[in-house]
């Protein structure tokens, strides 16, 4: 090959393909401007029979992306500009591109195909097989593998589309697009006259194609937000559960300090059973009636006792302020003036009208100051003491001695006072 008129104008990088009818090879021009080349290599005669008269034509027009036709022994060659780049099928696979932009990327290689449409339907036919197809730069080229056997030529360029889009979508989307699959039958019933109402088509299929996107987004963005609200609605829910759960803790601790102040205030509690609570109703219906049997006389001194320790227990002392005497500390207390003397003698005060500041008093109960007696005053009576005022000091010495043997009511208030007759000193009380 190095001595023909082949060897001489081109060299071969690379074969793209080979077969019985037909070699492709990749090369490049050997003048000064050298140029990246696909070279046909027809080997067929009724293939360069079949051909010869479209490419010459070709050669004729001057396209520029014709570059070349000659025939050497025996053999038909034809140069075409060659574009590098990935073919259809290698761009669909790397890419992995979406329903949507596959359908746009076919118009996209339609719409570019329409400047081709001054060829032959054969040649249209090999162009639109996606071997052919390139794409670089997301730019649509179309290379010239120019191969079509003899029993093809009844082929027509809608049912090479019809592989390419078996290429760009697979059955299932097929079936999923009612659009994209008439597009196809059509496609294959030869219905279609011009590729502008297959763009036409596709573009119906496209605004389909972006109308299901944009449900399926307002779905997908629906399923998200109520995905949103229910996590808030959880996370309130548990922060109102935490909240219930520590202020429950925290009334039921409260509730507990406060039952353990009260016990604390009351002393020692005993829990009994129910069986030991019986028991001890029982025991106490015993004394009850125990005591019930004995008199009344042999209680007296045990009442006698409790209403003294009651007595010692309800006494109080107070400190003497300024400007404070004696009659007023007895009618603030006692509301009476007639326990004066008994506290004066109880506390040891000789004049009652004399207490000074800061002085401290005793404040007995008034029925334990009723039992002090009465201290009388070393005067001279004027009369002597009449049967009506000794009849007067034989009650009140009777009532005193019964006073000592029985358990007064705590309302009852005052006692008899006697006083002799005798001469007074004036006193400012």
Not at 82 to 93: A, I, R, S
Not at 195 to 219: H, N, P, T, W
Request: hydrophobic content about 35%; aromatic content about 10%; proline content about 2%.
């Amino acid at each position: 090959m190095s001595d023909t008129l082949f060897s001489k104008k081109y060299t071969v990088h690379h074969v793209l393909k080979s077969n019985q009818y037909i070699n492709i090879f990749v090369g490049e021009t050997k003048q000064q401007t050298s140029q990246k080349v696909l070279i046909n290599q027809w080997t067929d005669k009724t293939l360069i029979q079949q051909w010869l008269a479209t490419l010459l034509e070709m050669k004729q027009k001057n396209d520029t992306d014709f570059i070349d036709c000659f025939a050497e022994s025996g053999k038909l060659y034809t140069v075409f500009c060659y574009k590098e780049g990935k073919n259809l099928l290698q761009y669909v696979q790397s890419e992995k591109l979406a329903l949507h932009y596959r359908v746009v990327l076919l118009q996209t290689v339609l719409q570019a195909f329409l400047n081709y449409q001054h060829y032959n339907d054969m040649i249209q036919y090999c162009m639109l097989q996606y071997p052919n197809i390139i794409i670089q730069n997301n730019a649509i080229y179309f290379n010239y593998q120019l191969l079509l056997l003899p029993e093809q030529k009844q082929i027509n360029c809608f049912e090479a589309l019809e592989q390419t889009m078996k290429i760009l979508f697979t059955n299932e989307e097929l079936k999923s697009m009612s659009k994209l699959l008439i597009v196809m039958q059509k496609c294959q019933k030869k219905i279609y006259q011009y590729l502008g109402e297959v763009i036409k088509d596709l573009q119906d299929v496209s605004g389909a194609v972006e109308k299901e996107k944009s449900i399926k987004l307002y779905i997908a963005e629906k399923k998200k937000k109520n995905k949103k609200k229910f996590v808030i609605f959880l996370a309130f829910l548990t922060i109102a559960g935490m909240i219930y759960i520590a202020y429950d803790a925290y009334k039921k601790n409260a509730e507990d300090t406060f039952l353990y102040t009260e016990l604390k205030q009351l002393g020692t509690v005993e829990i009994t059973t129910q069986e030991q609570q019986e028991q001890k109703q029982d025991s106490t219906v015993e004394v009850i009636q125990k005591q019930q049997q004995i008199p009344q006389q042999t209680q007296l001194p045990q009442s006698e006792h409790t209403e003294q320790i009651q007595q010692i227990e309800q006494s109080k002392t107070y400190t003497v302020k300024v400007g404070e005497n004696l009659t007023m500390i007895c009618m603030q207390y006692y509301g009476d003036i007639g326990y004066l003397q008994s506290l004066a003698d109880y506390n040891h005060i000789t004049n009652i009208n004399l207490i000074y500041p800061g002085q401290v008093l005793t404040l007995l109960p008034k029925q334990q100051l009723q039992k002090i007696p009465v201290r009388t005053y070393g005067v001279k009576p004027k009369k002597p003491i009449t049967k009506e005022i000794q009849k007067q000091n034989t009650v009140q010495q009777q009532n005193e001695q019964n006073n000592e043997n029985m358990q007064y009511d705590e309302n009852i208030e005052g006692y008899t006072l006697l006083l002799e007759e005798e001469n007074y000193y004036e006193m400012d009380i």
